[in-house]
């Protein structure tokens, strides 16, 4: 029993180091490794294990990315080994870690920074790159900011709370250091790196997004300990550490700069779903504990100087003057700056916000000057747009920041064009297009006085580019679209439906412009709320014909009958549309098409024009023997007893196009069958004109002809019938034969044909027993 005991605590023990290494990050491994006071012995033993889980393929990798291929990035001070510096095929969450093992804490400079807060030379003015302080005095720590933050995690991590403090001041002086030295770098060549019009990213990691976090980690230790120094809850209140803060800064103040500080750098977007979502998700949780920040004079002071460093610095700032093309958009940074900055300086708020909105990787093409690029980008792939697979995220939030920028223009006519043009320059989604446009149409209209003339404007400009920009696309919110155009240009005046309609061939297919514009513009309610006299409307009733005679030029299949209705008031409007037609009809037009505008015309009052055009829709059909549910069927119908009631030379002219157009017997039954039933020409008899009064004859033309392509057409049925008949069928043919005897006997001779048609079935397919027997019993 002992040895199972053991044997499970063994195994239960196997596990939950098994789960620890899957669930841990390697951040935390960072702060277990950087253990100020760890062991030589202590490490050893987790550089073993750590290599140990590494080397299990099954170990997560740092980024999700399977692709990815990246140096040792752990760059520190010089300390004697710097660890291994080879190049890794891929990093997993333990290869941080791992090369933290190779970091120590004897460096004399480190350790004067985290034992004292009284280090600092007041006296010393070396300028150079690495400088050991700055010009007031105090110390620097130039360190790969992400370990250096790692280092300033660990001591918070084991209970050094002060030591962290005094670390992340110094790490974030250097950031401010290094951040001016851009800055004069940036001025002194300027004209040359701008005259080039391309740049390159010098920041192969960023610190938002990073997997050690070092921004989230430096807000973190300072804006806690200013709040335990607020509540005066430990003696951090009293650390003198506070004197190596500037003239009425503090922690928080010291935090939120940092912040801007990350957030506003240019740094390539990583490769891979899983890194590129961290970065949006690392930089909205940065944002969100910024916003619980209340901005007082010294913060506002802190973003201008922020927000002109971003403007000015060139390729070291996410909005510099150039940026490359695979850098991490700043639209949501940009849109949380421009809200906190815009009621202190508008002008800076909207340099910067307009600045932000250009989302380079959708550039049709990138310059070839995009491969010059320091030698530690070059692994990345030139042109990597389908793999940025946070895209449809990151349009939405240049979206958010055009329509925040819209709504804070409001009443203001040149800010509205400016943000407008850079909308219309740097957005590339028609349905973020469309959406802006709608909101600066709801804002527009949002009071219950007149509406913004100027915000109409910009959303009716809006909705014209969507409009452009879809018409040869695919969009299945096209027709809202339109209709939305049609409102919002409705809204604008008169004058912009008028141009709309003017310019329709640029913005809608003819089908739109006719169905949806010109019906729209035409119908009572749009006449209702523009307030138009009678001379206006007619001017606008004459814009929406030219523009349907164009279209039913244009596409006569979808159009014609629209035009017809729309032109129904004018004369002259009407016969052109009426031409179209009959132009189209030969080659341009389906037998549906030209049925549905003769049935248009009769309801009209045209009854002859109807049938011009029934006669017309004849002469593309075809029915079969076997179609006796076409959907034409009644199209035909209605045909020949529009012909059959105009009279006798109608119906004669009519039925030639039938019997060459209709193979179906049951159809040409029917039709038959109607028109004996009554005399032909009532309608004309109204109409004064002549009619015989009498019935037509089944012996003479054209009602014999008709009788002969019926009995034809029930002959050739029925043996196509017999070819594959099944007995399940048996009684349906039956009944079928039933219905061609009637036919038959309308013939003078009708008995006498089909007795001769029966002995040929019964001859021919003697074979088909059962059946042959059925017909006996039938007919004899």
Not at 476 to 499: F, H, K, Q
Not at 695 to 703: F, R, Y
Request: proline share 4%.
């Amino acid at each position: 029993f002992s040895i199972l005991l053991v044997s499970f605590c063994l195994f239960f023990c196997h596990f939950c180091v098994c789960v620890c290494v899957c669930v841990c990050s390697g951040a935390l491994w960072m702060c277990i490794v950087l253990n100020p006071h760890c062991k030589a012995e202590q490490k050893s033993s987790w550089l073993r294990q750590l290599r140990r889980w590494n080397s299990v393929d099954v170990c997560p990798w740092e980024d999700g990315n399977h692709g990815n291929e990246l140096p040792n990035l752990t760059h520190s001070l010089p300390q004697g080994g710097h660890g291994n510096q080879e190049m890794r095929p891929h990093r997993t969450v333990f290869t941080r870690a791992i090369e933290a093992c190779d970091l120590h804490w004897q460096d004399r400079h480190l350790q004067h920074i985290i034992a004292s807060d009284l280090y600092a030379n007041y006296c010393y003015h070396d300028n150079q790159e690495g400088s050991l302080f700055d010009a007031r005095g105090w110390p620097l720590w130039h360190e790969h900011v992400p370990t250096a933050c790692a280092r300033v995690d660990a001591l918070r991590s084991h209970g050094y709370p002060r030591e962290a403090l005094r670390l992340a001041i110094a790490v974030v002086n250097t950031l401010r250091r290094q951040q001016q030295r851009q800055l004069e770098h940036f001025r002194r060549h300027k004209k040359e790196l701008l005259h080039k019009g391309h740049t390159s990213i010098t920041n192969m990691e960023g610190w938002v997004g990073h997997p050690l976090d070092p921004i989230g980690t430096l807000f973190s230790t300072l804006t806690e300990s200013g709040r335990t120094g607020e509540e005066g809850r430990a003696d951090l209140q009293r650390m003198p550490v506070q004197r190596l803060l500037g003239d009425g800064e503090s922690y928080v103040a010291l935090a939120v700069e940092t912040a801007l500080i990350g957030l506003g750098q240019q740094r390539v977007m990583p490769d891979g779903l899983y890194a590129q979502e961290k970065v949006c998700r690392n930089e909205e949780q940065l944002l969100a504990k910024l916003q619980e920040v209340d901005l007082d004079d010294i913060l506002v002071k802190i973003f201008r100087k922020q927000a002109v460093f971003l403007l000015e610095a060139g390729p070291y700032s996410g909005l510099g003057e150039i940026v490359h093309r695979e850098s991490v958009p700043m639209h949501t940074f940009a849109r949380y700056l421009f809200t906190s900055l815009l009621p202190h300086d508008a002008e800076l708020a909207y340099k910067l916000a307009l600045r932000a909105m250009r989302l380079p990787v959708l550039e049709s093409t990138a310059s070839s000057s995009d491969l010059s690029r320091p030698h530690h980008i070059v692994s990345v792939v030139p042109n990597r747009y389908p793999r940025w697979f946070t895209l449809s995220h990151i349009e939405s939030q240049q979206c958010e920041l055009a329509s925040t920028m819209l709504t804070a223009a409001k009443g203001d006519s040149r800010r509205l064009e400016t943000v407008l043009e850079s909308i219309q320059k740097n957005i590339h989604s028609s349905s973020h297009i469309f959406k802006l446009a709608q909101d600066a149409f709801k804002i527009a209209t949002l009071m219950d006085s007149l509406p913004d003339i100027t915000l109409l404007k910009v959303s009716l400009e809006l909705g014209l580019q969507v409009m452009r920009i879809t018409l040869s696309t695919l969009n299945w919110r096209r027709r809202e679209m339109v209709r939305w155009l049609v409102t919002c240009a409705t809204e604008v005046g008169v004058y912009a439906l008028d141009s709309i309609m003017q310019s329709w061939f640029t913005l809608f297919t003819p089908t739109e412009a006719t169905s949806i514009v010109a019906t729209t513009v035409m119908s009572n309610s749009t006449i209702v709320r523009l307030h138009l006299d009678c001379h206006q409307q007619e001017n606008l009733a004459s814009s929406a014909r030219t523009l349907a005679l164009q279209c039913a030029m244009k596409d006569p299949q979808n159009c014609a009958l629209s035009a017809l209705t729309l032109c129904e008031k004018d004369h002259i409007a009407f016969e052109t549309a009426y031409q179209i037609v009959l132009d189209a009809a030969a080659t341009g037009m389906s037998y549906t098409q030209l049925f549905t505008i003769a049935r248009y015309m009769e309801h009209r009052g045209y009854p002859m024009r109807a049938y011009k055009l029934a006669t017309l829709a004849m002469a593309h059909l075809n029915l079969s023997y076997n179609q006796d549910t076409h959907p034409a069927i009644n199209d035909v119908l209605w045909a020949c007893a529009l012909s059959h009631s105009l009279g006798k030379n109608e119906l004669a002219a009519v039925i030639p196009l039938v019997v060459k157009s209709v193979k179906c017997a049951t159809v040409l039954s029917d039709i038959l069958r109607r028109c004996t039933l009554t005399t032909p020409g009532l309608v004309s008899a109204l109409h004064s004109r002549r009619n015989s009064g009498k019935l037509m004859s089944l012996d003479k033309a054209p009602l014999r002809q008709l009788l002969d392509a019926t009995i034809g057409a029930y002959i050739n049925t029925t043996h196509s019938r017999l070819t594959h008949i099944s007995p399940r069928h048996y009684s349906e043919f039956i009944e079928f034969l039933g219905k061609a005897r009637e036919t038959f006997m309308m013939a003078h001779d009708g008995h006498i044909q089909f007795t001769q048609f029966i002995d040929n079935l019964k001859q021919i397919y003697k074979g088909k027993k059962k059946l042959m027997m059925l017909v006996r019993e039938r007919f004899g």
